[in-house]
């Protein structure tokens, strides 16, 4: 369990303190890529930390449409702020996209060892608020605008940490407009049309520059 380890959740501990609160090795399940680690609905009754691999959460309507919200890497957590909540059933499916194992904490010894460890609580605050902010600002990308402007203010987010203005898309079309609710054919236009106003310049594979 590297991974859990590493975990935002035991950050400034050191492996003997968190096998002393966890106090057994933890249940560690292993899962192939496209196989359902959690169903859209199922209670969610322990808490899910990646231990190694990828894994993705998709939401589904009543109609089938589906949308990606989000890749956890490890060793992420998997929807903490739902294992406290008064309806805490999962609001998403969750597939593995990698070879993955992943950590579950049952809810009741997660409240023990927050309780037996202030730093352990307060990195579960931490993780919770940060979790809140990446959700607001998806739900915005999806919420306001055309996809033009959905894709060109989600370009402006890849190109905040480089120089240059230079980004890679992290995803393929597909999964990139399953990100945004639209089709691929839909997602590939706005693409073009935004090369094509001198927006963005494609460099080669998913590597583009923003222009403006």
Same mark, same amino acid.
């Given at each position: 369990m590297e991974g859990l380890y590493q975990s935002l959740l035991f950050e400034?501990?050191?492996? @003997?303190?968190?096998?002393?609160? &966890?106090?057994?090795?933890?249940?560690?399940?292993?899962?192939?890529p496209g196989e359902l680690v959690a169903l859209q609905g199922d209670v969610y009754k322990a808490l899910l930390i990646?231990?190694?691999?990828?894994?993705?959460?998709e939401m589904t309507n009543a109609e089938g449409s589906r949308?990606?919200?989000?890749?956890?890497?490890?060793?992420?957590a998997v929807a903490p702020a739902f294992i406290f909540a008064t309806n805490n059933c999962l609001p998403v499916s969750i597939f593995a996209v990698l070879p993955s194992s992943v950590v579950s904490i049952p809810?009741?010894?997660?409240?023990?060892?927050? @309780?037996?460890?202030?730093?352990? &609580?307060?990195?579960f605050l931490r993780i919770i608020s940060d979790r809140s902010r990446f959700l607001s600002e998806r739900l915005r990308l999806l919420s306001f605008g055309t996809i033009k402007s959905k894709l060109?203010?989600?370009f402006i987010e890849l190109t905040r940490d480089n120089d240059g203005g230079s980004f890679t898309i992290p995803h393929t079309h597909q999964?990139?407009?399953d990100i945004f609710g639209v089709t691929r054919p839909a997602l590939s236009r706005a693409i073009r049309q935004l090369e094509d106003s001198g927006i963005i310049r494609r460099k080669g594979g998913r590597r583009y520059e923003l222009l403006q």
């Open positions: 400034g501990l050191d492996q @003997h303190t968190i096998d002393c609160l &966890l106090g057994y090795n933890g249940r560690v399940r292993k899962y192939s990646v231990d190694k691999g990828l894994l993705r959460t949308v990606t919200l989000e890749e956890i890497i490890a060793p992420c809810k009741n010894k997660l409240t023990t060892i927050m @309780h037996n460890d202030s730093k352990v &609580l307060e990195n060109r203010s989600y999964e990139l407009a």
